[in-house]
């Protein structure tokens, strides 16, 4: 398994019981809709400053999955 996908978490409390980062309020779809988009994961990490370049990372390594 991929040590990535430790951040991603999921919280019944949080973004519907949606895959988010962190168990931040950011969820995993968001980040790869905006990557789809053509959104670099610099502009991703300047959008939510809180994240790190490992979010962005996990995010992509749960899609491929």
């Not at 949606?18 to 950011?26: N, P, Q």
């Not at 905006?34 to 502009?43: H, R, Y």
């Amino acid at each position: 398994m991929n040590p990535l996908l430790e951040r991603i978490t999921i919280d019944p409390g949080k973004a519907g019981g949606r895959r988010c980062i962190r168990d931040l309020r950011v969820r995993v779809q968001d980040v790869l809709e905006m990557l789809a988009a053509g959104i670099t994961p610099d502009d991703v990490l300047r959008e939510y400053p809180y994240l790190e370049a490992d979010d962005v990372r996990a995010a992509l390594a749960y899609a491929e999955a």
